[in-house]
C-alpha cells in the first residue's frame, strides 16, 4: 500500500533562517505531488505542485521554493524565513489526475 | 474562477444528534467536490467525494453528501453524532486542469458534547 511521510512534524525556526522540509511516497511511482500550507484559521492553500521529476508549478508569488530530485521527494524550501511563513504545511500525492489527494501528517512550522 | 464557502467556522451538536455542515461552491465547469476530516496535528483524510453520477455520495464513518447543481451546494450529513466526529472538516472543489488541484474552504470545526 502507498503510504507518505513528512518530517520534521515540527519546527521551531528563526526569522531569516533557512527552511528544508521534506516528503517522500512510497508504493507509488509518477505520483503527482502537493504542497500546501493551512494558515491559523484559514482553509488550505496550494504552493507548488509536481507533475514528475524536476517539473514544478508555483501557484502564488512567495518566499518558498519547491524541489523534485526524485520521483517519490518532494522538498520545501526557503533561504530565509519571514514571520509570515508560519503554518502548518501538508504534503499531497495523488496517482494521476483523476485520482484523490492523499495527505501526509503535517509540519507545524514557527518562525519567531 | 472556482471558490468554496463553508458556512460557518464552528459548530456544536450533541452526541446522536444530526450533523449538518454547509458547502456552497462556486465553478464555471462542472465540479468535482469533496469533503476532508483533519484530526488535530494531522493530515487531511479523504470522507467522501462527488465527480460524476449519483447526486447522493455517501463516504466513511457514516457521513454522506448530496450534490444539488440547483443550489451549487455539497452539504454533509452524519444522522447520529460520536464524540469521535469531533475535528475539522474541509470541503473542497476541482480546478481546471485536473481535478486534483483543489480549492478548499476555510473549514468547520466540529464539536460534539456529551
Known amino acids: 500500500s502507498q503510504t507518505i511521510h513528512q518530517w520534521p512534524a515540527t519546527l521551531v525556526q528563526p526569522v531569516g533562517s533557512p527552511l528544508s522540509l521534506e516528503c517522500t511516497v512510497e508504493?507509488?511511482?509518477?505520483?503527482?505531488l502537493y504542497w500546501y500550507r493551512q494558515a491559523a484559521g484559514r482553509g488550505l492553500q496550494l504552493l507548488f505542485y509536481?507533475?514528475?521529476?524536476?517539473?514544478i508549478s508555483s501557484e502564488v508569488p512567495q518566499n518558498l521554493s519547491a524541489s523534485r530530485p526524485q520521483d517519490r521527494q518532494f522538498i520545501l524550501s526557503s533561504k530565509k524565513l519571514l514571520l509570515s511563513d508560519s503554518g502548518f504545511y501538508l504534503c499531497?500525492?495523488?496517482?494521476?489526475?483523476?485520482?484523490?489527494?492523499?495527505f501526509g501528517n503535517g509540519t507545524r512550522l514557527t518562525v519567531t | 474562477a472556482q471558490s468554496v464557502t463553508q458556512l460557518g467556522s464552528h459548530v456544536s451538536v450533541s452526541e446522536g444528534a444530526l450533523v449538518l455542515l454547509r458547502c456552497n461552491y462556486s465553478?464555471?465547469?462542472?465540479?468535482?467536490l469533496f469533503w476532508y476530516v483533519q484530526y488535530p496535528n494531522q493530515g487531511l483524510q479523504l470522507l467522501l467525494k462527488?465527480?460524476?453520477?449519483?447526486?447522493l455520495v455517501k463516504g466513511i464513518n457514516g457521513f454522506e453528501a448530496e450534490f444539488k447543481k440547483s443550489e451549487t451546494s455539497f452539504h454533509l450529513t452524519k444522522p447520529s453524532a460520536h464524540m469521535s466526529d469531533a475535528a475539522e472538516y474541509f470541503c473542497?472543489?476541482?480546478?481546471?486542469?485536473?481535478?486534483?488541484?483543489?480549492?478548499f474552504g476555510a473549514g468547520t470545526r466540529l464539536a460534539v458534547h456529551p
Open positions: 499531497a500525492w495523488a496517482g494521476t489526475d483523476n485520482s484523490p489527494l492523499h
Open positions: 508504493g507509488t511511482s509518477n505520483p503527482n
Open positions: 509536481s507533475v514528475g521529476i524536476g517539473q
Open positions: 465553478s464555471s465547469v462542472p465540479p468535482y
Open positions: 462527488y465527480t460524476t453520477g449519483a447526486t
Open positions: 473542497a472543489v476541482s480546478r481546471s486542469g485536473g481535478y486534483n488541484k483543489l480549492i
